[in-house]
């Protein structure tokens, strides 16, 4: 157990839905990472939040919002769904900032499918 | 940004022989350079990493070097078992550096290793 908790682990809807992902980081961690994992892939990085503020940004669509609240869970909001956002989105989180020692946790995944 | 690249994408080897994966790194900054090990549908677990300050590391079966000049680092496992079959993911961060996204992983596109009996 990695002490990251995301919900849902699955979650199947359709085209033009939108979806809210949650993660809860390790107790103490500030930072929290999004990737997106599509079928046989590798991990895609999304966006990086450290204390409530966005850190870093990578390749994430337009249709795809994320935030981190003041108690440091962070939800990740996709909008105007289509098939190929079907994927295994994790989350992770680290210490963070300088004190941090570049060790990321990884959360189990949510599961989305998109029909 | 950083790009990291991965080879070979598959690896099948015999039970008990050793399997090498090797990675690239293009950022010069990046000083922290850990390995992953995905099972099919679960997450990724850290197996070993290697911070810029050292060049090879061990654990058991399992060992990482790094060439900070060439920007390379790879993976070692020896005497492998059929449990090793895996995706394994290389990746690199500036761990500890607030600016420019610094501590995200960047990570490569991955390996498939297979250990036959």
């Known amino acids: 157990d990695s002490g990251v908790t995301q919900t849902p682990k699955h979650l199947i809807t359709a085209t033009g839905q939108r979806v809210t992902l949650r993660c809860s980081p390790r107790?103490?961690?500030?930072?929290v990472y999004w990737y997106q994992q599509s079928l046989d892939q590798g991990l895609q990085f999304l966006i990086q939040?450290?204390?409530?503020?966005?850190?870093a940004k990578g390749n994430i669509l337009e249709r795809f919002s994320a935030q981190q609240f003041p108690d440091l869970h962070s939800e990740l909001n996709l909008s105007s769904l289509e098939l190929g956002d079907s994927a295994l989105y994790f989350c992770?989180?680290?210490?963070?900032?300088?004190?941090?020692?570049?060790?990321?946790?990884f959360g189990e995944g949510s599961r989305l499918t998109v029909l | 940004g950083e790009n990291v690249e991965q080879h070979p994408s598959t690896l099948s080897v015999q039970e008990g022989d050793s399997a090498v994966i090797k990675c690239t790194y293009s950022?010069?900054?990046?000083?922290?350079f850990p390995w992953y090990k995905q099972e099919l549908g679960k997450r990724p677990q850290l197996i070993i990493d290697?911070?810029?300050?050292?060049g090879e590391k061990k654990d058991q079966r399992i060992a990482v070097t790094l060439n900070k000049t060439a920007k390379h680092f790879s993976l070692h496992i020896t005497e492998t078992q059929p449990e090793d079959s895996a995706v394994y993911f290389c990746?690199?961060?500036?761990?500890?550096?607030?600016?420019?996204?610094?501590?995200?992983?960047?990570f490569g596109t991955g390996t498939q290793l297979k250990v036959e009996l």
């Open positions: 992770a989180s680290s210490v963070g900032g300088q004190g941090n020692t570049g060790e990321l946790f």
């Open positions: 107790s103490g961690d500030l930072s």
């Open positions: 939040y450290y204390n409530g503020e966005e850190r």
């Open positions: 950022d010069s900054a990046s000083n922290y």
């Open positions: 290697i911070r810029s300050n050292v």
């Open positions: 990746a690199a961060s500036k761990g500890g550096i607030l600016t420019g996204g610094g501590n995200k992983l960047t």
